[in-house]
T-cell receptor, first 112, second 119 residues
Framework: TQLLEQSPQFLSIQEGENLTVYCNSS?????LQWYRQEPGEGPVLLVT?????EVKKLKRLTFQFGDARKDSSLHITAAQPGDTGLYLC????????????FGTGTRLLVSP | GAVVSQHPSWVICKSGTSVKIECRSL??????MFWYRQFPKQSLMLMAT?????????EQGVEKDKFLINHASLTLSTLTVTSAHPEDSSFYIC???????????????FGPGTRLTVT
């Protein structure tokens, strides 16, 4: 059972466009992370959000954690070809050293 | 900091043989390591969690006798795929967590992955 559903599954856009990726669940998470993965490589951590309603910005990327800590979004402004990759959200539940539950993934392709 | 390496990066083996994949934390002590499996164009599926010096905890549906995990030190965990078959072909990724990062920060640092092809 996939606890974290991401949408859209695939997104193909032109350079300069804006986009939003959603990560939704019916479960509450103590923290949520976003990763980007390129083909043949491991995921690279982009951000961790832990507080309901929290907003974090990383250059052109804006991450938001839902008030109820059940969902999150990633917004990219003026996308660039270098943003191309598989974006994964991952949630941790409870306290202590908990395992992550990964989302279904969103594959982004930004064309020049 | 927080670099995780995997070896080999890719391996081809014949059906029925065993393959060992190493996961190392290069600049930190990994109290917990995780092994994931990823099929093409899909997300990561957790296979097992291992804590240094103790037996691994396997996820439901993962055969512990087929996927042997050893976490003998704070910087090394190994995954051995025993009697490999073509359906075991996949991208295997490890990650590591350190107790040095304060809770509730639960970031995992991922290795570059190992592509296994069983012929």
């Amino acid at each position: 059972t996939q606890l974290l559903e991401q949408s859209p599954q695939f997104l193909s856009i032109q350079e300069g466009e804006n986009l939003t990726v959603y990560c939704n669940s019916s479960s509450v998470f103590s923290s949520l992370q976003w990763y980007r993965q390129e083909p043949g490589e491991g995921p690279v951590l982009l951000v961790t959000v832990v507080t309901g309603g929290e907003v974090k910005k990383l250059k052109r990327l804006t991450f938001q954690f839902g008030d109820a800590r059940k969902d999150s979004s990633l917004h990219i402004t003026a996308a660039q070809p270098g943003d191309t990759g598989l974006y994964l959200c991952a949630g941790a539940r409870g306290t202590g050293f908990q395992k992550l539950v990964f989302g279904t993934g969103t594959r982004l392709l930004v064309s020049p | 900091g927080a670099v995780v390496s995997q070896h080999p990066s890719w391996v081809i083996c014949k059906s029925g043989t065993s393959v060992k994949i190493e996961c190392r934390s290069l600049d930190f002590q990994a109290t917990t390591m995780f092994w994931y499996r990823q099929f093409p164009k899909q997300s990561l599926m957790l296979m097992a969690t291992s804590n240094e010096g103790s037996k691994a905890t396997y996820e439901q549906g993962v055969e512990k006798d087929k996927f042997l995990i050893n976490h003998a030190s704070l910087t090394l965990s190994t995954l051995t795929v025993t009697s490999a078959h073509p359906e075991d072909s996949s991208f295997y990724i490890c990650s590591a967590r350190t107790r040095d990062r304060p809770a509730p920060s639960y970031e995992q640092y991922f290795g570059p992955g190992t592509r296994l092809t069983v012929t």
